[in-house]
């Protein structure tokens, strides 16, 4: 009974961890998707290009990535769509160097 509370202490954080990776690693996937959105309502192709293999050679292979990715892709686009006006293409290129960057922090330990 005495190696159950912290076993099931270990496994608890283990999860903990594992919550707050997964987090950042959405958060870097909506980064970098909410700025393919820009580069696609912008028509920046290379950008776009860019994005989309960043994404697919860094993120795990998952479904909630994915989705997270094309639905910040789209709210992005659908945004960007209203008027606003688009970055030149230095500070999108910028910009989407130092999403990647963090995206590739996010998952760092899972490759």
């Known amino acids: 009974m005495k190696i159950v509370a912290p076993l099931l202490a270990l496994i608890l954080a283990t999860f903990a961890n594992t919550g707050s990776a997964a987090d950042a690693g959405t958060e870097a996937v909506e980064a970098l998707g909410r700025l393919n959105g820009v580069a696609l309502a912008c028509q920046q192709p290379a950008l776009v290009a860019r994005a989309r293999n960043a994404v697919i050679t860094?993120?795990?292979k998952t479904r909630g990535y994915g989705e997270a990715f094309e639905t910040a892709t789209n709210a992005s686009y659908l945004e960007q769509g209203k008027g606003s006006a688009c970055p030149d293409a230095a500070t999108l290129a910028s910009n989407?160097?130092?999403?990647e960057q963090r995206l590739k922090s996010a998952f760092a330990g899972s490759q």
Request: no cysteine; glycine share 0%.
């Open 58 to 60: 860094t993120a795990p």
């Open 96 to 99: 989407m160097a130092a999403a």
